[in-house]
């Protein structure tokens, strides 16, 4: 069986060269010294700006350093942390979520001309959110229970399951739904939406030591890359019929994956290698 450590989630076409202490070329073909933490990756060419000149070191950075509710009376929570969780919905719209210190989740989004102010949305969750959303004006935001660690959904509706990481959710198409995160044993574990109803959780196996990644690059079709204990960067996908085996790409990756998919059959994966430059993958 295979034996993973870091989940995360990539590509599809070309393998990682074996052996190397990276994958594939790095960026610009110059190491990116003194980078930390994981890439993020965003098919959209918008440079980033910050809503409000805040400290540094969280989300406040971005999101403001005072969170406020909407939903009870303007009451000021402690802070936000964790990852936010962004998804538009539409065009020139924005919802963004995350866990406050309260241990609650908040929200607030840009409508297009301003952004509106935080609203909680209860709960108490751990960790960090995930988001999707499959049609105009629907969002389905998903968290880990603090009590009992099973997958919380929008409301918040116990979906079960025993959760040891986030959850990650996406969405192929209308009404579809797909959410995985580490299980019990340490292995890949999904649930999905089928228009209809929730199904039961199932493993895909491995031995994971990190938070999967996973895209859709068309519909019926989930890639999930995640790294292993050999620190190589790994695949496994949904072909529209069934699970294709695990399979190594190679290289000697320090942090999980990032990836984005522009098109139908591509996807381009980049992390950090064994000299903190950014490779690259497609």
Request: charged residues 15%; contains cysteine; aromatic residues 10%.
């Amino acid at each position: 069986m295979l034996t993973l450590s870091s989940p995360g989630d990539p590509t599809v076409s070309t393998s990682l060269a074996s052996g190397s202490t990276a994958p594939c070329g790095t960026v610009g073909g110059t190491a990116a010294r003194g980078i930390t933490g994981s890439p993020l990756v965003d098919s959209s060419p918008l440079p980033l700006s910050p809503l409000r000149g805040v400290p540094t070191g969280s989300i406040s950075s971005l999101l403001g350093a005072t969170v406020h509710s909407s939903t009870s009376g303007g009451m000021a929570a402690a802070g936000i942390e964790g990852d936010p969780a962004v998804v538009a919905w539409g065009p020139n719209r924005l919802d963004v979520f995350a866990k406050g210190k309260d241990s609650a989740i908040w929200h607030r989004w840009w409508n297009g001309r301003a952004w509106g102010g935080w609203e909680s949305m209860d709960g108490r969750m751990k960790g960090s959110t995930s988001t999707t959303a499959w049609s105009a004006n629907r969002l389905d935001l998903f968290a880990v229970s603090a009590q009992d660690s099973s997958l919380q959904h929008n409301g918040w509706e116990n979906l079960g399951g025993t959760l040891h990481s986030d959850p990650v959710a996406v969405s192929w198409g209308p009404n579809r739904i797909d959410v995985f995160a580490v299980g019990a044993k340490r292995d890949l574990i999904h649930k999905w939406w089928d228009g209809r109803r929730w199904a039961g959780w199932e493993s895909l196996g491995g031995v994971l030591e990190s938070t999967p990644v996973v895209v859709s690059d068309q519909a019926n079709r989930l890639d999930v890359y995640v790294n292993g204990t050999d620190s190589a960067l790994w695949h496994r996908y949904w072909d529209g019929t069934a699970w294709r085996p695990w399979r190594s790409l190679g290289g000697t990756l320090v942090s999980k994956p990032a990836v984005a998919s522009w098109g139908p059959d591509r996807v381009d994966a980049f992390a950090f290698g064994t000299d903190y430059a950014i490779w690259h993958n497609w």
